[in-house]
């Protein structure tokens, strides 16, 4: 009988703690640090020095993503899930950066001729060694859990084109009120996203994963749908948005900035 009481005890220690998710703490106290909003938060700046000056920490985040098992990643929340493999790409992108040394430009030097730095097979992720695409278009895209198009505004690559990295760490507590806000920061930043005369110009983004921003999600089966969600932080009033539903206001996507998010 002891034996048995000691059986389920120890099976209910393992449920809660899968249950529990990932400690993102280390990864939390780094981005707190190192990390500067700019532009009223709706983007933000890396002190990569910073983080090089932290690395011990970093890489003791990364060893932890590393360890965990694919089983006890099954067995989180898909809220936990996907805050864990977002924070998981966003760090590696940081050690990656970290490996090319203080002085490189942009995240595309640390690639070569014929692979890019998103090909890279360098990140031993829940069973296997991966690469910043398998994370983002195979673990999150590619499944069949999320569907969750607000993760193109959460995870970063390095660039100052891209959304901002958060000066915290994802959570699945509380994933959807980051993603909301990430996406709308994001929006609402006039140097990437605005109207211009009759035309919205929007990130590139836009253009790369339109089919992401046009599943349903929340009712939103087009582009010009999503945007429209979006109306107040991108600046538009009804009239505008049901314009740009109607086509009347048309879509053009921006260049894309590439130089390293880096604090000058």
């Given at each position: ?33 190192h990390v500067i909003p700019i532009r009223n938060g709706h983007a933000t700046q890396v002190d990569y020095r ?131 806000e990430s996406t709308r920061n994001f929006l609402s930043d006039r140097t990437r996203n605005r109207l211009q ?68």
């Amino acid at each position: 009988m002891r034996r048995l009481l000691f059986t389920l005890m120890l099976l209910s220690e393992i449920v809660t703690a899968q249950a529990a998710g990932f400690d993102h703490a280390v990864w939390d106290e780094l981005l707190k640090k190192h990390v500067i909003p700019i532009r009223n938060g709706h983007a933000t700046q890396v002190d990569y020095r910073g983080m090089a000056a932290d690395r011990a920490q970093l890489r003791k985040y990364l060893t932890a993503t590393s360890n965990v098992k694919r089983s006890t990643f099954d067995g989180w929340t898909k809220e936990e899930q996907l805050a864990f493999l977002i924070n998981a790409y966003n760090a590696w992108t940081v050690e990656l950066i970290l490996s090319g040394g203080p002085d490189i430009e942009s995240i595309k030097d640390l690639g070569s001729l014929f692979q890019s730095p998103w090909k890279k097979r360098f990140i031993p992720l829940l069973g296997k060694t991966r690469t910043l695409d398998d994370i983002e278009h195979n673990l999150i895209r590619g499944s069949d859990r999320y569907h969750e198009p607000r993760i193109h505004f959460a995870v970063n690559c390095a660039s100052i084109g891209c959304p901002a990295l958060r000066p915290e760490a994802y959570v699945g507590a509380r994933l959807d009120e980051q993603l909301e806000e990430s996406t709308r920061n994001f929006l609402s930043d006039r140097t990437r996203n605005r109207l211009q005369g009759d035309t919205l110009k929007v990130s590139k983004i836009f253009d790369w994963y339109q089919e992401d921003f046009e599943q349903g999600w929340r009712g939103t089966s087009s582009l010009a749908q999503f945007l429209a969600h979006y109306q107040r932080s991108l600046g538009l009033d009804k009239q505008m948005a049901n314009q740009l539903l109607s086509g009347d206001i048309e879509i053009e996507f921006l260049d894309y900035n590439w130089k390293l998010n880096r604090k000058p």
